[in-house]
């Protein structure tokens, strides 16, 4: 043991009886050369003496440490809660550690300097989880800043923007809006309003987008004046409620460019009497698991983030060279906040 007592490669490999290097290959990853029942016996050994890898001894000898460095724009928020939790279960599959910085791409400074933090721990990979355009204030300086990770080695993911250099995953949100908008036409609303989310970039405008071109495919014209913008959160949606209660007729749907919107608008809409599903329907936008359990269950787009985590991952892991772009779909689920208007055609 080490002086500090902490177990090293080398008790474990002289209590498994192999080389120093046949442990270190078994435990940093790089097993080709190895037998699985050597590789049964390091493991087993290295687990019974409590054996933790030195990742920053991991990241001199290999150059890069088992670590994933994810950045993201808040903690907690709505849209990147889940891609964050695809990233999480992603990592854990694939023995990998996360660590999380949060940067918001505006503040160059401490975003630039978070990233460097984070090349500073070698990861194999980094991930950067977006709603804007890559052409967005501080884009460019993040895109900078995230090649000097590529020179230096490390593979970097982009996910929900598209344009930059790096691999990246998207979901058509616009393509997702415009199935809704039309599924909901379907099954007989014509009055629609829509609530677009500051804060939420490039994915509020092409949801709100997608939302309009799928009623007009439908033949429903949204006019400017029946979009509003506010806050992307639930107090965003809250507020957005009140602007809703003053118009006149009151529109039949409301679809919210996100799920915590669509549920702030909903209470204060229930405040003044309304009923959800009778008085009015509601619509959001990303599918979390709670909206199941609130009365109604909320009409919603099922987004894939989970599959979009894995796909950075494999895509990480590619020796093809970067800037490919995977684009995943979304799609509506109609629950009973947007209940049937008029009989299905058989």
Known sequence: MSENGAVTLEDVAR?????VSTASRTLNGRTGRVSETTQARVRAVATRMGYATNLAAQAVALG????VGLIVGDIPDDYQNPVMTGVFHAAAKRGMLVTTAVAKTAAITATSNAIRLLRGQRPSVIIYVGTESSD???????TAELQHAEDEGCRVVVIGVSGTPFDSVVVDDRRAAGELAKALVGIGYTTPMIVGGIGLGNISRERTAGFIEGCATSGITVPP???LQQASS???GYRAAGEVLRRRPLPDVVFCVNDSMAIG??????????????DIAVAGCDD????????PPLTTINLPWLEAAEKAFEMARSADAPGRAVVLNGYPVLRTSTPLLVPQQV
């Open 234 to 236: 639930h107090d965003g």
């Open 136 to 142: 967005s204030e501080g884009m460019p300086e993040l």
């Open 15 to 19: 209590e498994a009886g192999v080389s």
């Open 265 to 278: 608008l909903s209470v204060r809409l229930r405040e003044q009497g309304l009923v959800i599903g009778r």
């Open 288 to 295: 979390m698991p709670a909206l199941r359990d609130i009365d």
């Open 64 to 67: 890069r440490s088992r670590a």
């Open 225 to 227: 004046d029946r979009v």
